[in-house]
């Protein structure tokens, strides 16, 4: 996969009782998400004010000298943060599917440069109590491991793998210690002990639990461990009053103001009036919608705001009248260092309501005339957020414009299909750069495609189910509810009250050509984090796709195989098990016996999913090609190129590619090998370029958004297409094949420095027509990561992208394969 730990998703605040909540984006190809978002440091971007600072899990034990076990948050921010809403949690260090988290909520402000002290729970032992502690809670943590976070709710969490955890967007911060499997970066902290606990040495955060945090004495509430902190107050923070004390008067629209910041952020509010448009009573960020019926003359305003009540049940329902008083906070999903543009939205409110049963305000009208073929204006790499908004200019505009208001969309095309977590993407703009199948081709980083929007609905899936659509379908009848801003896509998504039924498009799962007798049929396909430990029907999905969507080809390079126990992050690195599961599960689909070869990667050295060690692999059918084995490749020795002409190979087959350079840390290494077809040679270069992870989002609001990820892809790159070069000047007939997924677009920097501007390497998806540029869908764009690519001497080509997954509700991974018949 190419989010989070292939290239990088982002996450949802607002999340369904069916929602993700992950970490925050990656260019337009994600970024978890996961991500995400190297690999190892896939949690939020690492937090610049509150973090975890110490913990503490032996208090009241054998050999403690505090009673309490204690967990020590700091700020080494500027500013305080409002503790309200948000939680500490804990987690045994060898979770179970059925762990649970235990939860002490938080209160009370977290000042800039102070601590705060959550007590938790007591021993028999250890004879000095913690000083006052900020919070108290209950939890028995273990002295030698667990996994403690920060969140942003108070609900439990529900993740038990470091993955799932990585793609949470509520997780402030994180650390496991001890032998914790659950933990940031590289491992887990060690040394905690009865008397030891673990404490940052500075408050900078790197996202690596075992470079930020040392073992020592315990030190709860000082700055001790964490380096220029302040002590905290001897007595609990107040917490805040229930009702906000007396503010200014304010319509919606002065609150939201003329730009992306609201004017009154901070302050409090009193006499907020409007019409309940909208309710989420559902996951931990709930609350709800307010629109002032009597709108202002101004265009840039919106009338509308999202009212946070935590994970408490809104009061209200969809037609009340109500008067607010409140705060104002201009809301920056997942950080303000994500680079996500911020919500202004009411929190500690209390409402009283006039009256009930009152007609909603007439929806705003979204469609092909109404939005803006410009997507977002440009800063020069700035920030957007304190520029006016010109609507009638640019879509993101648009939607900033009327964030929070009652809006209505018609009939319209369904362009990135329903996923697990009960969300669509249509297009507003039929005719906007439409594939073949119907869906939104992303062309270039100046076209993002404006008239992409996010559908979701603000009914939970235990009530009504979501609809479910393939690309190319379409949306039906009107769907109506506010504009909501979206953490994990990063941009606007309409939270349906009532929403439309679902046309079939009728596309299907594409099947390709078979191969002619003399032509080898060699295809891509990553695979999506496989492990033994999958469903049976995942291995029997994959099986049916090479077998009946691509015929069986002759070789074929596999991303994301994991070892043999997945995730568990226990040294375990051989993949036999998880290959044996696939090829079984594709003879019992009535496909050749392939073989296969591979080098099982140093452990935790190749990014991926914590603990997975994926690594590319190559399956071959014997009856078809040959392996020309050559000993000497492992996962550390460069492989090279020896001899001229005809006599031209390699010195290790397999062998990888410079897998000690620094543009390979955290990511795979490139897999080469050398085959036999009909007596031919034939070089192949199995690929899983670095991921997204930790690139700005499209819709940023810093723009253009960085893309940070291009510089280790870049250097990738140049070392891939300096061994080919190598292999084509020893002998200029060379048939090389280059596949994979390399994480980036055919026109990026990267594929252009790799195929040396179509000098070395021919990248095959420009020879298709443009409608059919694809073999992945992202936030409602169709776009190009995974790439086939040959030497210039190979001229008798046939290529295919199979489109099996990636338009699709119902997918076996997130990438399509695809296949080139070729005659060496």
Known sequence: MSHIFGAAPRPVRPGSAGQRKRLVTVGIAGAVVLAAVGVHSAFATPSADAVVSEVYGGGGNSGATYTNDFIELANSGGAPLDLSGYSVQYLPGAPT???????????????????????????????????????????????????????????????????????????????????????????????????????????????????????????????????????????????????????????????????????????????????????????????????????????????????????????????????????????????????????????????????????LPAPVVLDKKSVPDAFVPSAGGGTIENLPLRPDEFALDLYASLEGMNVQIGDSRVVGATDPYSELWVTLKADQNRTKRGGTLYTGYDDPNSGRLMVQSLIPTATAAFPVANVGDTLRGTTTGPLDYNQYAGTYALQARTIGTVKSGGIRPEVTDKAKSNEAAIATYNVENLAPGNPQSKFDALAKGLVTNLRSPDIVALEEIQ?????????????????????DAIVAAGGPRYQWREIDPVNDKDGGEPGGNIRSVFLFNPDRVSFVDRPGGDATTAVGVT?????????????????????????????????????????VIANHFNSKGGDQGIDSRFQPPVRSSEVQRNRQAILEHDFVQQIEKADKHADVVVLGDLNDYQFSPAVQALTGNGTVLTDLVNTLSKSERYSYVYEGNSQVLDHILVSPDLKHVDYDVVHINSEFANQTSDHDPQVVRLKP
């Open 643 to 683: 001899g001229t002409g005809d006599n031209t190979a390699l010195t290790a087959s397999p062998g990888r590619i410079a897998p000690n350079d620094p543009a390979w840390n955290s990511s795979r290494k490139p897999l080469v090998g050398e085959f036999l077809f009909r007596g031919q040679k034939l070089f």
């Open 563 to 583: 070892d043999n126990n997945g995730a568990t992050d226990d040294g375990t690195v051989a993949a036999d098990q998880t290959l044996t599961k696939l090829t």
């Open 97 to 359: 599917p059925t762990s649970k988290w235990q939860v002490t909520p938080l209160t009370g402000t977290l000042g800039a440069g102070a601590r705060y002290l959550v007590q938790e729970s007591a021993g028999t032992g250890g004879g000095t109590p913690l000083p006052t502690p900020d919070a108290t809670g209950a939890i028995n943590m273990s002295g030698t491991t667990g996994t403690v976070a920060l969140v942003h709710g108070t609900d439990p969490l529900t993740c038990v793998t470091a993955a799932d955890c990585a793609a949470d967007g509520s997780i402030r911060d994180l650390v496991g210690y001890g032998t914790a499997v659950v933990h940031e970066g590289s491992g887990p902290a060690a040394g905690a002990s009865n008397s030891a606990s673990v404490a940052r040495t500075t408050l900078t955060d790197s996202d690596d639990n075992a470079a930020d945090f040392t073992a020592g004495t315990p030190t709860p509430g000082t700055a001790g461990d964490g380096g220029g902190g302040t002590t905290p107050p001897t007595t609990p923070p107040t917490t805040p009053p229930t009702t906000p004390p007396a503010g200014v008067a304010a319509k919606i629209h002065d609150i939201q103001g003329d730009t992306r910041l609201s004017p009154l952020a901070g302050k409090n509010v009193t006499d907020v009036t409007g019409i309940v448009t909208g309710v989420r009573d559902f996951g931990s960020s709930r609350g709800y919608w307010v629109q002032d019926p009597k709108a202002d003359d101004n265009p840039r305003t919106s009338e509308g705001i999202f009212v946070f009540t935590g994970s408490t049940s809104p009061a209200v329902k969809v037609g009340d009248s109500v008067s607010l008083a409140a705060t104002v906070q201009d809301y920056y999903p997942g950080g303000a260092t994500t680079g996500v543009q911020p919500v202004t939205e009411l929190t500690k409110a209390t409402a009283t309501v006039l009256s009930s049963g009152n007609a």
